[in-house]
């Protein structure tokens, strides 16, 4: 008979979540009965054949970092075309249409207390926050997963943040409120888009995603995207309330972070569904 000594250990090991490829193939590739690596619409198919050619190649990872670059390119050329268009739009009277009302009425009800207390919020997503949440998120996840695949996801996440808050900015070069109606510290960068908005939702969703995937039951997935989505929409909402951007600022920020993170979670899945099919063959 087997010691029990031995069968405790064997059942401690099945009980832990796989590591590595086994682990992704496992554990990543299904969130709530929903097929990751399976493509039902052609786009989604011709996207599989081209990348597990890619795979085929060059293996998984690097495939991974391929179709990351070209999102990356794809996504800061929408960058610029929004914000050229954004920039037609709102040239003559963008400010006076939306986002002077806006910043008029959250001056009628600041509070400097309130406003030292968000103040401290928003550097959570600021040039030192954010950074060290994606660090120490990349760290613990890729550590405790035994993987490379939360390290390249994450910083693919800042990279193109960074990218497209440095394009946005430069393209339209938009002044941000003027110092009288903001609170310091004051910051003197360009105002379109905003920076921590876009890099929380950008850096947070995909920390969220990655979090999601190995959550079993649904009321774990929605307490992390409510509080992924809660938290971000306040850093977009204190930026205005400080008076450090104006509202439309925001909104692209958020919308463009979304964006990103959208183009990151379709570079996964195309990561592991060539994980699948490393591992199982299809049939013909």
């Known amino acids: 008979m087997e010691?029990?000594?031995?069968?405790?250990?064997?059942?401690?090991?099945?009980?832990?979540?796989?590591?590595?490829?086994?682990?992704?193939?496992r554990e990543d590739t299904t969130v709530g009965g929903v097929e990751l690596t399976r493509w039902r619409t052609p786009p989604g198919r011709a996207l599989a054949s081209i990348a597990e050619r890619i795979g085929a190649a060059l293996?998984?990872?690097?495939?991974?970092?391929?179709?990351?670059?070209?999102?990356?390119?794809?996504?800061?050329?929408?960058?610029?075309?929004?914000?050229e268009v954004y920039d037609a739009v709102t040239d003559e009277d963008g400010v006076a249409g939306i986002d002077r009302p806006v910043l008029d009425a959250i001056l009628t009800i600041r509070d400097p207390q309130a406003a030292a207390l968000i103040t401290g919020f928003t550097d959570l997503a600021g040039t030192v926050g954010m950074p060290l949440i994606a660090i120490s998120a990349l760290l613990i996840l890729s550590i405790r997963r035994r993987s490379w695949t939360p390290l390249v996801l994450i910083v693919a996440a800042g990279a193109g943040s960074l990218l497209m808050t440095i394009a946005g900015k430069v393209v339209v070069g938009r002044d941000r409120p003027p110092v009288a109606d903001a609170v310091p510290p004051f910051e003197v960068s360009a105002s379109f888009p905003s920076g921590h908005t876009l890099n929380a939702v950008a850096i947070l969703g995909i920390v969220a995603y990655l979090l999601v995937l190995r959550r079993r039951t649904i009321g774990a997935r929605v307490v992390i995207i409510a509080t992924t989505v809660a938290f971000t929409l306040l850093v977009a909402a204190s930026r205005v309330y400080l008076g450090h951007h104006w509202v439309t600022d925001v909104v692209a920020g958020w919308l463009l972070g979304?964006?990103?993170?959208?183009?990151?979670?379709?570079?996964?899945?195309?990561?592991?569904?060539?994980r699948v099919r490393h591992q199982e063959p299809q049939p013909a």
């Open 258 to 274: 979304a964006a990103w993170v959208a183009l990151i979670i379709t570079a996964h899945r195309l990561y592991l569904t060539l």
């Open 59 to 83: 293996g998984p990872h690097a495939a991974l970092l391929i179709i990351l670059a070209i999102g990356l390119a794809i996504t800061a050329g929408l960058a610029i075309l929004a914000a």
């Open 3 to 25: 010691p029990i000594s031995d069968r405790l250990r064997a059942a401690a090991a099945a009980s832990r979540p796989e590591h590595g490829a086994s682990g992704e193939r």
